[in-house]
Each structure stands twice: as C-alpha cells, then as structure tokens.
C-alpha cells in the first residue's frame, strides 16, 4: 500500500500551531510523543479512499527484531460529537496484539485524563483490522532528530468506508483529535499534552477539522480576470477585452493531463487571440468558439496562465452575459481517478437598449467588405455613422426604438440600403449587399502600318467562355464596352484580310481598361498560267519563282 508522502499529511493544530510534544517526558522513547511547530507531533491524511493518521515518536515502536510492534498502543482519541471536553472514539495501533482498533467511549467523563473507552463491553474493539506484514501500518525514519537521534513515524490507516461508517460521519464531519500514547489497548494512559505540558483534556483536544480538509488529492481551480476592457457594453456594441486565465493545483498531488476549455460568449467574435501561455499549446475553434488549452501537468501548488485579446459584441440578452467561461479536467497522479475543476466566467453588464448591427458584403464574391460607411437614417434625417470592420461588421447602439434606413457605402461599389424596425431592449440584425461598379473596356485596332483598321469586330467573353457582348470598330480604328461586369475576361478582334488576336484581362471597378491590337495582313496568293509565246499552248510541269 502506497501511504502519502510527507509533505501530503496535514497537521492537527491546537490554539492555532501545529500540535507539540515536550521530548522525554515519557518512557520508554517508543511511546515519548516528540514535536514542534515546525515538526508537529500528529497528524492525518485522505485520499479519497483510505484515511491516514501518523505520530512522530522519539524511537522506533517496533520490536529489537523489527517484525512487530512492542507491547504498547498509539493512536488519536475523536471527537465527532462535538461535546466539549470529552471524546467520542479511541482509533489505534495495539501493539499488544499487532491490530488496529476503533472502539467507542460509551461512558464519557468530562475533562478527564482517565476515560477507558468501553467498546463493546470491556473494551472490546467495535472493529479491528489485523496488522500482517506492516501492510496496515508502518514505520518510517522521520525527518526530524529532537534527541540526538533520528525520529520515527508511525504510520496507519483504514479504509475510509469503514472508518466514516463505524463512527458515522463523512469526509465533512467536523471532528477533533487527541494523539496519545498507552500501556494498554482501550485506554490513553502515556504520553500526550497533559505530563509535560499542563494541558486539560479539554484544551488538549485540536481545532475542529474535517477529513476533507486533509485531502491529498490534485484539485483544479480556474480564475479568470479582466486586466482592460468595458464591464458595462450596450448591445450590439463593439468592444476588446484583454484578461488572463489561470488554472492552479491546490492540492497535495500532481494533477496530470490538464485540459481546459473556454467558451466565448460574445455573439459576434471579430477576433480571438492568445497572447501568451505559461506552459502548453492552445487550439481555437472559431465555429464552437471554444478556446481548448492542452496544459500538461502541474505539481501541487503550481499555477499556469494564458493571456489573451478578444473583440466582438454582444447582439443578445442572455442571463447573464459571459465574455467567456472556463472548465478544467485532468487526472489526480495520487488515485488515477479524474477531477473537474470550478467553472470562472467574466461577466459583462449588458445594457438593454434596442440596437442595429449586421454585416456588409460583396454581391459578386460573397467576401465581407472593410472600411464600408454605414449611416443609420430616421426621416431622411442621419442618426449615426458607422465604419465596417474587418470582418465587414458594423454596429450602432443605444437607438430608440422606430423605423430607420441603414445605407451602406463604399467606394467602387453601388449604394445599397434597407429599412429596419428597432425594438426595445433586442437587437436586429441587417446585412447589405454592395454590388461593385461596373468597369469599361476600350481600345485602338490598328495595322502593322499604324493606320486604322474600320469596321473590325471586337467580342468579348467572360472566362467560361460565355459571349458577353461585342461591338465593331469606328472610322478611327476604336471601340468600346461599358457597364461590364469586374473580373477576367477575353477580348478578340476579327476583321477581313487580317489575322485574328484575342488578349485576356482582369477589368477592375469603375475603372477603364485599354486593350489596344496591332493586326497582320492575312497571307496572299499569286496564280497564272504558263503558254508558249509563239504558238500559245499551255506549258506543263514549269517550275515557278517569286
């Protein structure tokens, strides 16, 4: 069995110290309690499975053959009643017999430094665990040497089912303890704090303590804060949030494969970015708008921290309205069995004022527009202006409730506007599409010679193929295309006795393209017929030069 390390074990405390013991006060050292503030006497432990208890002694209770205990007893008088001065159970290990023991004080005397616990009747335990081969306790060489000599722990435990049954508690039963030392098995008659010390049997007793608050398990505690940003926001509003996220083992374990998860509860995300992180990777899924944060592992009592910057707004009342909210999970190193942490969340105030946002977008890529200017109008009158953001959003807050046009601009493209209601404290959604200004084609037909070249027909085709339209060149050689749509295109020129051309080009909005052909002459033919000069018959087979 794998008992708890030292640094797991909590001490109990007695008018708030750590529980003492004077040295040699007691004899023989095996039963002498030894102890300080900085050393304490006593002490307990649980896992969730198992509670522990230990006592630091001023020699080895074992026997000179180290394969038992000697003939004497050690153990923590409890209180779980909480009448003062008294006690409710004796739990030890009985060396007499090589058991451990929980027995019952049915008798209870007040203040007493003589009370047998009764048991059963005679002192007969009200449970007993056999002690086979230091499996249910142990000893250990403390960490401490108050005699010259090395100290020792005694070690012993019962499963916590059983321990919080027979007394009838749980882990969050308010309990106290007394450690002691004894001749016999059902009684408390050694050492503890009344030879030396002088304590009563009332104030011997520790503070009030639960097993919980021994628990050396990992435990996952997550903190969010809000180091820039607005607290209070109107809806629809455009805001950015910095703040930093901590996750910390408060526990006396490591907790192994830590996972965090953060859930941002803006509406509308223009971005979320993470600054920088203690330890681990991050990974932010943009359509669940889920941060997912891949810790590791962290020792008891270490803490790691992600900062980040995210910007958006909120376009709905939700009760409440969190930025963002974290959990994290992992595993305790000490049981394998795995652990959640709280759940921590920013919460902003979100004024409950009508208001009008949505986005802005290109009619022909479908792709969001930057930099548009937005005008919220009531009566033809404006009311507010607005710029869209990266993501071609745009906001106006703080409205009051009526009809009202918004009507979208930007340069190159054709105006668009829509009309909106505005309601009390909700907030309407209203996206625009911008269809771009068409662009132009122009351009000069002309010979090899630079003279012109009339009447040339001029088409052109969008990158499918698709005619789009087509035209003939004037006197001077020029033709021209308006109202075309912006994109890739072809165009191509035929004309008699001139070899053809096509040229391929992206036409931009509201702007002009030259494309300008020089042509070629088409290939010509010469052709005769070769006779005899005298008596004027054809010549066959006459080979002809030029």
């Not at 020792?299 to 009342?317: H, K, M, N, Q, R």
């Not at 191509?492 to 053809?500: A, E, G, L």
């Amino acid at each position: 069995m794998a008992f708890p390390s030292n640094n797991q074990f909590t001490p109990f405390i007695i008018n708030g110290s750590p529980v003492f013991d004077v040295l040699g006060d007691e004899s023989p050292t095996d039963t002498d309690l030894v102890g300080n503030s900085t050393f304490p006497a006593g002490f307990f432990a649980y896992d969730g499975t198992n509670i522990y208890f230990r006592l630091r002694l001023d020699s080895d209770p074992r026997n000179s053959k180290l394969t038992a205990f000697d003939n004497f007893a050690w153990g923590v008088l409890i209180n779980t009643s909480g009448i003062p001065g008294t006690y409710d159970w004796l739990f030890n290990v009985n060396g007499l017999r090589n058991n451990i023991n929980l027995i019952q004080n049915t008798t209870k005397l007040v203040n007493s430094w003589n009370d047998p616990a009764e048991g059963l009747g005679g002192g007969t335990p009200n449970f007993t665990q056999a002690i086979t081969n230091f499996d249910f306790a142990r000893v250990t060489v403390a960490d401490s040497t108050f005699g010259g000599n090395p100290d020792y722990f005694l070690d012993w435990f019962l499963p916590a089912s059983t321990f919080f049954r027979v007394l009838g508690i749980n882990e969050n039963s308010s309990i106290q303890a007394l450690v002691f030392t004894s001749a016999n098995a059902n009684n408390y008659n050694k050492d503890s704090l009344q030879t030396s010390e002088g304590f009563s049997f009332s104030g011997a007793l520790s503070a009030p303590t639960t097993t919980s608050v021994a628990d050396i398990r990992a435990k996952l505690a997550t903190t969010k804060n809000l180091s820039s940003g607005p607290i209070t926001v109107t809806l629809g509003q455009q805001a950015t949030w910095t703040g930093s996220i901590t996750v910390s083992n408060t526990g006396k374990s490591t907790a192994t494969s830590i996972s965090l998860q953060d859930i941002v509860g803006l509406d509308n995300i223009t971005s979320f970015i993470v600054n920088s992180t203690t330890q681990g990777s991050t990974a932010y899924n943009a359509s669940s708008k889920t941060l997912s944060w891949s810790v590791g592992n962290l020792g008891a009592g270490v803490t790691a921290t992600l900062t980040f910057t995210l910007s958006g707004a909120f376009t709905i009342i939700k009760n409440p309205n969190n930025l963002d909210t974290v959990n994290a999970t992992g595993f305790d190193s000490s049981s394998g069995s795995s652990i959640q942490s709280n759940s921590s969340a920013i919460t902003i105030n979100v004024q409950q004022v009508g208001s009008v946002n949505g986005t802005i977008i290109d009619n022909a890529s479908g792709l969001p527009i930057s930099g548009a200017n937005v005008t919220l109008s009531q009566n033809s009158n404006p009311v507010s202006t607005a710029i869209s953001n990266s993501n071609g959003f745009y906001s106006f807050t703080g409205v009051v409730p009526g009809q009202y046009k918004v009507t979208a601009n930007q340069t190159n493209y054709s105006q668009n506007s829509a009309d909106v209601t505005v309601v009390s404290d909700q907030s309407t959604t209203q996206n625009l599409s911008l269809t771009p200004l068409p662009s132009t084609v122009s351009g000069t037909v002309i010979t090899s010679l630079g003279t012109a070249v009339p009447n040339a027909q001029i088409t052109l085709t969008n990158n499918s193929g698709t005619l789009v339209a087509q035209t003939t060149t004037n006197a001077s050689g020029n033709y021209s295309f308006t109202g075309i749509a912006p994109g890739s295109c072809t165009i191509s020129v035929m004309v008699t006795n001139f070899q053809s051309q096509s040229q391929s080009i992206i036409t931009q909005s509201n702007q002009t393209a030259n494309v300008n052909f020089t042509l070629q002459p088409s290939p010509g033919a010469i052709s005769g017929t070769i006779t005899n000069a005298q008596t004027g018959t054809v010549i066959p087979n006459a080979t002809v030069n030029y």
